[in-house]
């Protein structure tokens, strides 16, 4: 498994170069050379100027986001499959993919677009204001690592899960250790027909989720299960203290399977989230 989770993390990162890279040096091109013609500007005019190069250089920019997300799916597809035969092309017809893909390179469009617009109507006074469009330009970075990140997941599932139907075995769902609720709550799961429970994909439950889907093996999905459990019952989860004590309350509700030890951790750590904190000061005792 761990083998399997590096190659998934290579395969991510290497999409992650291939699509944001290029895109995130041309815009601290053009947020560099904007800082340097304000930094020279003495005149309203020549700040005016610098903005509308800046807006132009935006406008000019052609990222192939969509054609360079679509080239990688098929090697996420077999990175995901690990060694089985599998066709791409269910993939690249999978409606949630496509749309991932379509929005990635809308959005990047749509962001130069507006960016530059905004840049000539732009206060661009004062430092602040000039920080502040410089944001503006790279702030498109982190939605589209998002949509990368869905991406990336997709395409790992589709091959792992082809995979799963021919060889006839069953995947179980990794998550990270400290992840969010919903994810550590499926962690151990397993599949049922090639579907994780309540048609849960991998990689898609929230932006930048990580989770995968890897062949059952020696037991893996009970001790995966297990893991989360105790992580649950411990509040080692990603999450505000309400939605640490509501999954608490939720996994001692619906699974049956905990041991006493993860059971007493559970209760002991609902104890600590909901006691009442004593304001800073007063007496104790
Ligand atoms: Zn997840």
């Known amino acids: 498994m761990e083998e399997y989770l590096r190659r998934v993390a290579a395969y991510r990162e290497h999409v992650h170069r291939l699509v944001t890279g290029q895109l995130s040096a041309d815009l601290a091109a ?8 304000l930094a020279a500007a003495r005149t309203p005019g020549m700040v005016r100027a ?26 996420g597809v077999r990175v995901g499959a690990s060694g089985a035969h599998v066709d791409p092309s269910q993939a690249l017809a999978d409606p949630a993919l496509r749309d991932a893909i379509r929005t990635a ?15 000539t109507a732009l206060p661009l006074a004062t430092p602040a204001q000039q920080r502040a469009v410089a944001a503006r330009i790279g702030s498109v970075m982190a939605t589209l690592d998002a949509i990368v990140d869905l991406a990336v997941g997709l395409a790992v599932w589709h091959g792992a899960r082809q995979a799963a139907r021919t060889r006839h075995v069953e995947l179980v769902w990794v998550a990270k250790r400290g992840c969010c609720p919903r994810c550590a709550r499926l962690a151990g799961t397993v599949t049922v027909d090639g579907e994780f429970p309540g048609g849960a994909v991998p990689g898609r439950v929230h932006q930048h989720c990580r989770c995968v889907g890897v062949e059952e093996e020696d037991g893996l ?39 006493a030890r993860t059971r007493i951790a559970a209760a002991v750590t609902v104890h600590i989230l909901t006691r009442p904190r004593t304001p800073a000061g007063s007496p104790t005792g």
């Open 50 to 75: 610098a903005a509308r190069r800046a807006a132009a250089a935006l406008r000019g920019l052609r990222p192939d986001i969509a054609r360079l997300l679509a080239a990688a799916v098929p090697e």
């Open 221 to 259: 999905a009970a001790r995966l299960a297990g893991t989360a459990a105790a992580d649950i019952a411990a509040g080692h989860t990603a999450a505000s203290t309400p939605q640490r004590v509501a999954a608490i309350r939720d996994l001692l509700a619906h699974r049956r399977d905990l041991t």
């Open 105 to 119: 390179a809308m959005l990047v469009r749509r962001h130069a677009a507006r960016t530059a617009a905004s840049l």
């Open 30 to 37: 053009v947020t560099a050379r904007l800082a340097a013609d």
